[in-house]
DNA sequence: CGTGGCATTGAAAACCGTCAAAATCCGTGG
DNA sequence: CCACGGATTTTGACGGTTTTCAATGCCACG
């Protein structure tokens, strides 16, 4: 990992492993605006009282990681505030990335299988996180149907998620894989409040390929097409979706 | 779905939904043998008895399926003996294989998080599964730790699956993609007491290349590649690993 | 022994990756 | 505040890999 000028932090400068420090703080999840997407969601108040005896939050700058590939497993991640990917090293040492994650999801579960992780979680954006360990979240769910509930659902809908991101990579063609990638992220945004039709991508190029099988000349290349055809306004990181149907078009006639 | 006359059933031939009959009887996890690969890792016999309470046991036929796309969540299934695929329909109405499964593996986790089902599931051959109703388990398992814990870990090692697989269609080539498939498979065959270096393929080149992000014919390509190469023995569905250590050189050397 | 799915093989085309160069952006230091 | 420098992005030309199209062969099953 190196160091650039634009404030992406080296290995060293990273605090990490993750200190105990005054940003530690108790959760409160009865108070928390993403009540309704996390965890806590059908618990009642004396529930959530008992979620926040144990969940802390803390803040993450921009660059730093939350855990790392081998790191023993302790914790789920729920993010409150800010934008991580994920990613793997693969045996060759290339990077690829797993996935992109927004305020409500919840990362880390990769770790359950092997009490160790096997992506790194990095923070692109100043966050702010949940820590979940996990020993007290399984001990909690099985006195709270619906925190049991609410967990599996979480674990499935990342299966969903991982099929889903299978198909793009095994059936879609280097467009319609942008195009997806773009309206995913759209409808991610509406559904947090955020606009839909506008917003700052937080990755760099190279990730975006990286997350769609692509290089990141093809991803480029996609941008200013979708540009020329005025379905998309593109200013380096800043999107604009200009034409939301016309980018679904594009997934619709698959000619492979 | 087409029949054909290799005995592969249509839709109409094909018990569904999985009707009551005399196949269906009570399990018996003390006296399985894949009890050590499944759900009932680390249980007592009390409470593997608990288990059988309500686990079926039920035989099902090549071509059969155990629960489609859309289908309504109920259960989880373990695979008794035999060999499973699972496939979406994509939106472009190309079937995509998401998965091949053997003893001791569970399949249906896709549908906790929507309450309903979003692949199909085949037998690829004349199988036998074990029904776990879901509502039961989720009840089982906040009585027994044990339980609770290895169901996590299964959910959890599906979405490393799922990611691994994330990976060798975003970063690898063909042959290697070939390679990667071949090497899986036969160390799946090994843990389950199988010979790893022959064993007969369930499913079609489509079925491989469908998987594998590949069209057949690449797929036919590569195997009579490494034929030719001495990696390994075709002969249709028959395989026979030649030179294993070959066919992982061909991941490592990444020319990508 | 014929039929139909499945598999193999070849040739040409399409798509995306590679290589290379130039442009742009942005944080930092002067 | 401006200029510098590295990272990132864009764009072009070319080449390689995989797909596409097409024809043939193989095998199991009736």
Redesign the pocket.
């Known amino acids: 990992m190196?160091?650039?000028?634009?404030?992406?932090l080296t290995a060293v400068d990273q605090k990490y492993p993750i200190p105990l420090t005054s940003s530690n703080i108790r959760a409160a999840c009865a108070q928390c605006s993403l009540r309704e997407l996390c965890l806590a969601v059908g618990l009642d108040n004396e529930d959530l009282h008992k979620l926040d005896d144990f969940v802390i939050r803390r803040k993450i700058k921009r660059g730093q990681q939350i855990f790392r590939a081998g790191d023993p497993f302790e914790a789920l991640y729920a993010i409150r505030i800010g934008f991580f990917k994920t990613d793997i090293l693969t045996e060759e040492g290339l990077e690829q990335v797993t996935g992109f994650h927004m305020a409500g999801e919840i990362i880390g579960m990769d770790g359950i299988s092997n009490d160790y992780h096997v992506c790194n979680a990095t923070a692109l954006e100043d966050s702010e996180i949940c820590i979940m360990p996990y020993d007290q979240l399984e001990e909690l769910s099985r006195h709270i149907k619906s925190l049991q509930q609410q967990f599996h659902k979480f674990m499935s809908r990342e299966i969903v998620r991982d099929q889903s991101l299978m198909i793009l990579l095994g059936s879609m063609?280097?467009?319609e894989r942008i195009a997806a990638f773009l309206l995913n992220l759209s409808q991610r945004m509406r559904v947090r409040g955020y606009s839909a039709s506008e917003f700052h991508?937080r990755m760099?190029?190279?990730e975006i390929?990286s997350y769609l099988?692509?290089?990141?000349?093809?991803?480029?290349?996609a941008?200013?097409k979708f540009h020329d055809e005025g379905l998309i306004g593109?200013?380096?990181?800043y999107i604009r979706i200009l034409n939301a149907e016309g980018l679904k078009a594009l997934l619709n006639h698959a000619?492979?």
Do not use: D, H, I, W
């Not at 160091?3 to 992406?8: A, F, L």
């Open positions: 190196l160091v650039n000028r634009q404030g992406k063609r280097a467009e991508l760099t190029r190279e390929g099988g692509l290089k990141l000349e093809t991803v480029s290349r941008f200013s593109v200013q380096q990181k000619p492979s």
